[in-house]
C-alpha cells in the first residue's frame, strides 16, 4: 500500500518560488509514475508533471512549463516540485499521486491513471 504526504507549500509572491515535497512509503517507487496534480478552489485538479521510477525520465504538462522541475531522490522516498517564477493564477491545492496499476494507466497527466493519493499542500500565491 502506497502513503504519501506533502509538504512545502505556503504563502509566496508573485515571481516567487516553492520547492513542494513528497514522502512516499511503500511501493510508491515500484509504480508507473509519480506525478502532481493541482486543484484550484472550485475549479477541477490538473496534471501538473510526471516522472517515471528511477527518475531518469519525465514528463512536464503545458500547464507549467518551463517554469517546474519534477524530481525523485530514491534515497529518502522523496519526490519534489520546484515551481519558480510563480503567479497568482498558480494558487491552489497541490497533489502527489501514484500511478500502481496498469489496468487503469491511461497516461502520465490523466487523473484516472492514478490510485494512490496524498491530502494536499496549499500554494497562495500573493503580495
Known amino acids: 500500500q502506497v502513503q504519501l504526504v506533502e509538504s512545502g507549500g505556503g504563502l509566496v509572491q508573485p515571481g516567487g518560488s516553492l520547492r513542494l515535497s513528497c514522502a512516499a512509503s511503500?511501493?510508491?517507487?515500484?509504480?508507473?509514475?509519480l506525478a502532481w496534480f493541482r486543484q484550484p478552489l472550485g475549479k477541477e485538479r490538473e496534471g501538473i508533471a510526471a516522472?517515471?521510477?528511477?527518475?531518469?525520465?519525465?514528463y512536464l504538462g503545458d500547464l507549467m512549463k518551463g517554469r517546474i522541475s519534477i524530481s525523485l531522490d530514491k534515497a529518502k522516498n522523496m519526490m519534489y516540485l520546484q515551481m519558480n517564477d510563480l503567479k497568482p493564477e498558480d494558487t491552489a491545492m497541490y497533489y502527489c499521486?501514484?500511478?500502481?496499476?496498469?489496468?487503469?494507466?491511461?497516461?502520465?497527466?490523466?487523473?484516472?491513471?492514478?490510485?494512490?493519493w496524498g491530502r494536499g499542500t496549499r500554494v497562495t500565491v500573493s503580495s
Open positions: 499521486a501514484s500511478a500502481g496499476r496498469t489496468d487503469i494507466w491511461a497516461g502520465p497527466l490523466k487523473l484516472g491513471s492514478y490510485n494512490s
Open positions: 511503500g511501493d510508491a517507487f515500484s509504480s508507473i509514475a
Open positions: 516522472i517515471y521510477p528511477p527518475g531518469t525520465s519525465s
